[in-house]
């Protein structure tokens, strides 16, 4: 079983870029997609961006698209989440996710493994 922990979250003005990380321990990392969601207060969690095993598939959600980039370092068991351009309703708890899947799933209810959450806010 995997489990993850989030960093590089906080408080940022518009405009401006944070990266986060997403750190993997008690599996073989290759062996699992991993996601981005975010949770917005009073807000469902919502899917960001999703990368498969080796990195070479990656999809966005169109709220993030041309801004965000999601990559992974499989030597070091790490994803990322790079935001740019960020604006105040990209404001969110943002969690790392994992999964064995086949596919690239952009559903949270197909990640059985999450991190904590990191908090990022944008002020404006």
């Known amino acids: 079983q995997v489990q993850l922990v989030e960093s590089g979250g906080g408080l940022v003005q518009a405009g401006g870029s944070l990266s986060l990380s997403c750190v993997a321990s008690g599996g073989i990392f290759t062996d699992y997609n991993m996601g981005w969601f975010r949770q917005a207060p009073g807000k469902e969690r919502e899917f960001a961006a999703a990368?498969?095993?080796?990195?070479?598939?990656?999809k966005y959600a169109d709220s993030v698209k041309g801004r965000f980039t999601i990559s992974r370092d499989n030597a070091k068991n790490t994803v990322y989440l790079q935001m740019n351009s960020l604006k105040p309703e990209d404001t969110a708890v943002y969690y790392c996710a994992a999964v064995r899947m086949y596919y690239l799933s952009l559903t949270s209810s197909a990640y059985p493994y999450w991190g904590q959450g990191t908090l990022v806010t944008v002020s404006s």
């Open positions: 990368i498969n095993w080796s990195g070479g598939v990656r």
